[in-house]
């Protein structure tokens, strides 16, 4: 997977054991020119894209199906359902399916991007004080990002 450091995953792991403060790991993404952080948990799997066959009278934020790894997923662009102004990115060596978790429904989500992994102590992640998809928003590395409710996407 382009762009991600197993050493630095490892090196957040390290940390998590040495302070024994609890953290959740988030992964940020880059969706429809916007940036994100995704709870590495809410994800099953990332890969990169295949074949997506088009959906006839799918609603438009469906992109379509694709099979990964034998498994047929529906891959969907998270910028429509999430009222993004930039239109899906095309195509590109970093574009990714990320493969979200769930015990019935296999859904992807179309990212343009996966920069980077955050370990990031409980106590500094908000309590439902976004909305709807948002979780809330964080502030790492002076920059200001939105934590995406995944489980919203399945309704």
Known sequence: MAGLNIQAI???KDAINVDKVPHAEYMRVVMN???FLVAVD???SVARPSVVTPVPMAPDHLIGV???KGQIFCIIDAGKVLNLAAPLQEKTSQTRFLLLRHDSVHLGLWVESIAELY????????VDSGGK???GYIKIKQEELSILRVNALFD
Not at 119 to 126: K, Q, T
Request: hydrophobic share 55%; charged share 10%; aromatic share 4%.
């Open 10 to 12: 490892q090196d957040a």
């Open 33 to 35: 020119g916007a940036v």
């Open 42 to 44: 809410a994800v099953s």
């Open 66 to 68: 694709a099979n990964v």
């Open 119 to 126: 370990s990031v102590p409980l106590s500094d992640i908000p």
């Open 133 to 135: 998809f948002m979780m």
